[in-house]
């Protein structure tokens, strides 16, 4: 199963100069708790947006730069996004965990959507893909929760494939 994982503001805003522009704990507890022992999906600069190797996961970091190596033993890098067509076939759920291109190029694979949806606009330059509701549904929503730091609201959300189409 192909999972995407993302937190983002009022307007799809995902990122802005390769960070994110919030700190929200709670999120940041989320993602982890939802992609330990998992394989998690990345471009290239959202790789190097990590502080390590994200630890108990296994990391596939997508890049057309033929040169672009990475000699950890949990990270595998690949140069065809086609690669997870074929992936997504195995029996554990794996994540995309960005960046936007890579979102946008694999939401028609995706069977599930995890979102971190916080109530405020943020500046960015980077958003997160439509989604066509007419394909997934939502399927959980959490109640709406405060963050202190930030001063916004915010819940988490989980979209499911309609196989219905």
Same mark, same amino acid.
């Given at each position: 199963?192909? @999972?995407?994982? !993302?937190?983002?503001?009022?307007?799809?805003?995902?990122?802005?100069?390769?960070?994110?522009?919030?700190?929200?704990? #709670?999120?940041? +507890?989320? &993602?982890?708790? %939802? %992609?330990?022992?998992?394989?998690? !999906?990345?471009?290239?600069?959202?790789?190097?947006?990590?502080?390590?190797?994200?630890?108990?996961?296994?990391?596939?970091?997508?890049?057309?730069?033929?040169?672009?190596?990475?000699?950890?033993?949990?990270? =595998?890098?690949?140069?065809?996004?086609? /690669? =997870?067509?074929?992936?997504?076939? #195995?029996?554990? *759920? %794996?994540? !995309?965990?960005?960046? @936007? #291109?890579?979102?946008?190029? =694999?939401?028609?694979? &995706?069977?599930?959507?995890? +979102? %971190?949806?916080?109530?405020?606009? /943020?500046?960015?330059? !980077?958003?997160?893909?439509?989604?066509?509701?007419?394909? /997934?549904?939502?399927? /959980?929503?959490?109640?709406?929760?405060?963050?202190?730091? *930030?001063?916004?609201?915010?819940?988490? #959300?989980?979209?499911?494939?309609?196989?219905? *189409?």
């Amino acid at each position: 199963m192909l @999972s995407c994982i !993302v937190c983002m503001g009022q307007n799809r805003e995902i990122g802005k100069n390769n960070k994110m522009p919030w700190y929200i704990k #709670e999120d940041l +507890i989320y &993602f982890k708790k %939802t %992609t330990i022992g998992k394989t998690i !999906v990345m471009g290239r600069k959202t790789f190097e947006s990590l502080p390590k190797v994200l630890p108990n996961r296994k990391h596939i970091v997508i890049t057309k730069n033929k040169n672009y190596s990475i000699s950890h033993d949990d990270v =595998l890098v690949v140069h065809d996004i086609d /690669f =997870l067509r074929n992936y997504k076939r #195995e029996i554990d *759920e %794996t994540f !995309v965990i960005g960046g @936007s #291109e890579i979102y946008k190029q =694999l939401m028609p694979i &995706f069977d599930k959507i995890y +979102i %971190t949806k916080i109530y405020k606009n /943020f500046e960015a330059d !980077v958003f997160f893909p439509n989604i066509d509701m007419k394909v /997934f549904n939502l399927r /959980f929503s959490s109640k709406i929760f405060y963050n202190e730091y *930030e001063n916004v609201n915010f819940n988490f #959300e989980i979209y499911g494939r309609n196989w219905n *189409e």
